[in-house]
């Protein structure tokens, strides 16, 4: 028993010296000291050769002995985990900023529409949307166009093969028509969206470009409320020193009608060839509701009166951003479309 008990000395001190410097020392210490036919387990097994009056001393022994090779593992196995995680960090640095992912940003032509939804909701105009393929009563008829109509040639129609009564939007007035024919008064809407027409392609012109119309249909709506409504729109769009002129004009839709000027926001009023040198830009048409366009949607004209409006979505953008060719907005090139940063 005694050259036992010099061993397990023996053992104790190995234990001490030793110090396993990563999972694989560590796993050996284990399977020598602790596995299956480890120099526990074997001690163990010599206690069947102990004289009966030490085994229990000889027992107590060796449990402190494998409480210590045990023990001794476990704050080990601990140190050699924190060990691995510390070196994982030298080589992954968590306090660097992440890799930065390229951003895309809104098409000037949404952020201006956003921001024309923006202005209108705060005055309580809701958005409503119409279909781009559109038919003739919808488009032209209903909105006091009837065929044969002289003002039909002002808009260059895209017919649709299959059925002569179908065509792609010429305007977002037939959102009008729609609004009106389903909803009834108190209607304060704007119609924001894409519309066509057969126009050659150039820096002034493209053959599809957007509109957002707005419908204001009450009892006692007045010309003075469509002229503060824009004017509030267009000094929440332009800035408080934007100037403004109306001008009266012809839309078959209403009456009177007057188109809206403001002074060139790209040369101040100096004269560019953006307002030809006029110092003055149009940027929409308006008016009050014919009457006959309320009658053809069973709404009475006694009673009920409103205003519309439709603007040109690139006009406005042309303006604030100063843009000075309609083709850019469509043609994808990132150096242009990069230069613009949503504020939202
Ligand atoms: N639809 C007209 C156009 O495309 C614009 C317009 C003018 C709309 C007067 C209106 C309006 O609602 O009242 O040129």
Known sequence: MDTLLQQIELYKQE???IKPNGPESLESYRI??????????????????VPADKKREFGQILNEFKQLAESKYESWKEATSQASITSH????????????????SHHPITLVRNEIVSIFGRLGFSVAEGPEIEDDWHNFTALNLPEDHPARDM???????????????THTSSVQARVMESQKPPIRIICPGRVYRNETISARAHCFFH????????????????????????QEMFGKDVKVRFRPSYFPFT??????????RICGGSGCNVCKHTGWVEILGSGMVHPKMLENFKIDPNKYTG??????????????????DLRLYSQNDLRFLDQFISAV
């Not at 020598?32 to 163990?44: C, E, Q, R, S």
């Not at 509109?211 to 267009?234: I, R």
């Open 307 to 324: 205003f519309a409006f439709g603007m040109g979505i690139e006009r406005i953008c042309q303006l604030k951003y100063r843009i000075n």
């Open 89 to 104: 960090e030298k080589t992954v640095d968590l306090s660097l900023p992440g890799d930065a992912l390229p951003l895309g």
């Open 15 to 17: 234990i001490e010296s």
């Open 32 to 49: 020598k000291f602790l596995g299956t036919k480890g120099i526990v387990k074997n001690l163990f097994a010599e206690l069947k050769n």
């Open 255 to 264: 009456e009177p009608s007057a188109e809206m000027d403001i002074n060139c």
């Open 155 to 169: 808009q260059d129609t895209f017919y649709i093969h299959q059925n002569p009564d179908w065509l792609l939007r």
């Open 211 to 234: 509109q957002t119309e707005g419908l204001y249909v009450d009892e006692n709506v007045s010309f003075a409320d469509l002229k503060q409504t824009l004017y509030f729109f267009v």
